[in-house]
């Protein structure tokens, strides 16, 4: 018999990043690519989006995918990663503060 997942399992299991507002995360990434949007996407048909694969998250392996649509944040992710090959690997810290309209970004390549 498998043992029942926990709250914090749930709460930590998605396949995608999410940020946490004054909290700072630690990604390692690789595959970094800029990726027009489906047609069928719910918010976001036509877009351009900025899309890694997480391989690291805080220290910790893992499998995440980071998909970025907020012109805020891939305005601080342009001068890290336009001049670098898909193939790289970048280690980056986020910290986002604030909500909704008045969500800021700091971003350092590490």
Not at 1 to 23: C, N, R, Y
Not at 25 to 52: C, H, P, Q, V, Y
Request: charged share 40%; proline share 2%.
């Amino acid at each position: 018999m498998t043992e029942e997942p926990t709250w914090e399992e749930a709460l930590t299991s998605g396949k995608f990043v999410k940020f946490i507002t004054d909290e700072s995360k630690t990604l390692k990434l690789t595959n970094a690519r800029l990726e027009r949007n489906s047609t069928d996407a719910k918010f976001s048909a036509g877009e351009i989006a900025f899309k890694a694969d997480v391989i690291e998250e805080n220290g910790e392996t893992c499998e995440k995918k980071l998909e970025v649509n907020s012109t805020r944040l891939k305005k601080k992710l342009k001068p890290i990663f336009e001049k670098k090959k898909r193939e790289d690997v970048t280690k980056i810290s986020v910290l986002k503060v604030g909500d909704r309209f008045e969500t800021q970004y700091s971003v350092k390549e590490l």
